[in-house]
């Protein structure tokens, strides 16, 4: 069935360093994927998304980069800020096409 | 604000009740989604309507159900109540012409005691 997995529930990282957020899936016809931040208290907020005919894709200080291969998807926050404190959510589209399924999230701690 | 509105924001409420709740998605979005999120199981698709009709079911119990009104406001029907379905309930919407991205409502958080 579909899947979507974060290899680690948490990370923590000092104000300016580079985050590093990873996910795997396991569709391997999969052809979407995105990444949402979920602040407390709050919904989640569309970060970047790639299609499965790119590598990788950037955005205002985040990258996200594909690897087809092993069915790895990761977010790169560049000078992380205490801002960028929240859960961040790795999502593909389901084999239907029609919603987006959900790995179980990351919570990125970041201290000043 | 991502323009998707949910009533109510908290909701308590007992075993064995039912609860309904209310999404207006974003001026113009046709297609609305209902998501499930709780601790243990992160955010888990319910449902999805597109312009008054279901699109697709994900892990919807059979006590709950949904509907999507000509006014493209929908809402989401949770029936005899257990503990275990206190969680938050999101709605997103989607239009046409935003690609693949789904914008989020703030959540409704329902507790049932």
């Known amino acids: 069935g579909e899947s979507v997995g974060l290899h680690l529930p948490t990370l923590s990282v000092q104000e300016g360093d580079n985050s590093i957020i990873n996910c795997a899936y396991s569709n391997s016809a999969s052809d979407y994927f995105i990444w949402y931040k979920q602040e407390s208290g709050k919904g989640p907020q569309f970060i970047i998304d790639?299609?499965?005919?790119?590598d990788k894709r950037q955005g205002q200080r985040v990258t996200v980069l594909l690897n087809k291969t092993v069915k790895h998807l990761s977010l790169q926050i560049a000078a992380t800020q205490p801002g960028d404190s929240a859960v961040y959510f790795c999502a593909e589209r389901n084999q239907a096409g029609t919603a987006l399924i959900f790995g179980k999230g990351t919570t990125l701690s970041v201290s000043s | 604000d991502s323009g998707v509105t949910q009533t109510p924001k908290h909701l308590i409420t007992a075993t064995g009740q039912r609860v309904t709740l209310r999404c207006s998605p974003r001026?113009?979005?046709?297609?609305v989604y209902w998501y499930q999120q709780s601790l243990d199981q992160g955010l888990q698709f319910l449902i999805q309507y597109y312009n008054g009709e279901e699109r697709a079911k994900g892990n919807i119990l059979e006590r709950f159900s949904a509907q999507q009104f000509p006014d493209l406001h929908s809402e989401l029907n949770l029936s005899s109540l257990e503990l275990g379905d206190s969680a938050l309930y999101f709605c997103?919407?989607?239009?046409?012409?935003?690609?693949?991205?789904?914008?989020f409502g703030e959540g409704s958080w329902l507790t049932v005691v």
């Open positions: 790639i299609r499965s005919n790119m």
């Open positions: 997103a919407s989607r239009g046409d012409s935003s690609g693949n991205t789904i914008y």
């Open positions: 001026s113009g979005d046709l297609s």
